[in-house]
């Protein structure tokens, strides 16, 4: 059974730049389709962006698409987040997950494994 660990999170300002990670253990990171999701307080968890199972494809929401990247390192099996260009409404409790299967979906519930979870904190 895989298992998720994010790290990297923390408190930055307006137009600044933060990079998440989601590493890895038990099952490697090429196997899986893998989604970044975020929630903040009181609101659902919502779609990211998310990387396929080949690397070959990427999807992110609008709100973040030319502001955030995935990447992955297959060698230190982790997936990678790269914020830049942070809004306060990016604030929230960043999420990685995998998916069994190789394509990309925005749909929460069809992610299998998550990780704890990491905070961002975006100040204006």
Known sequence: QVQLVESGGGLVQAGGSLRVSCAASGGTV????????????????????????????TDYSDSVK????ISRDNAKNTVYLQMDNLKPEDTGVYYCATRRYSSIIRIAST?????????????S
Do not use: E, H, L, N
């Open 66 to 69: 030319g502001r955030f990247t």
């Open 30 to 57: 090429s196997s899986y389709a893998m989604g970044w999701f975020r929630q903040a307080p009181g609101k659902d968890r919502d779609f990211v962006g998310a990387i396929s199972r080949s690397g070959g494809s």
């Open 111 to 123: 992610y299998d494994t998550w990780g704890q979870g990491t905070q961002v904190t975006v100040s």
